[in-house]
């Protein structure tokens, strides 16, 4: 799987969002200034999936900036 791109991981990762990964991520909550960070486990229905200390965790894309390597890169329509 190292000769496939990123680009192209990003968007299996976003068709399959079963697929798991064993890197960490960490997902800042810009508004409190929150930061977690974990296991990146996947990505559905427009989430984060991470496997915290705690236990899985579900984030909302949109509510937090994703920051490593498994990040997903998000893409918006621009209406103007």
Do not use: R, W
Request: charged fraction near 10%; charge should be negative.
């Amino acid at each position: 799987m190292t000769n496939i791109s990123k680009g192209l991981c990003a968007a299996v990762a976003l068709a399959l969002p079963s697929i798991a990964s064993a890197g960490e991520i960490a997902l800042t909550f810009e508004s409190h200034g929150v930061t977690i960070s974990g296991e990146f486990a996947g990505f559905q229905d427009d989430a984060y999936i991470l496997i915290t200390t705690a236990g899985p965790l579900h984030v909302p894309a949109n509510l937090a900036t994703c920051e490593g390597e498994d990040c997903v890169v998000l893409f918006t329509a621009n209406n103007d």
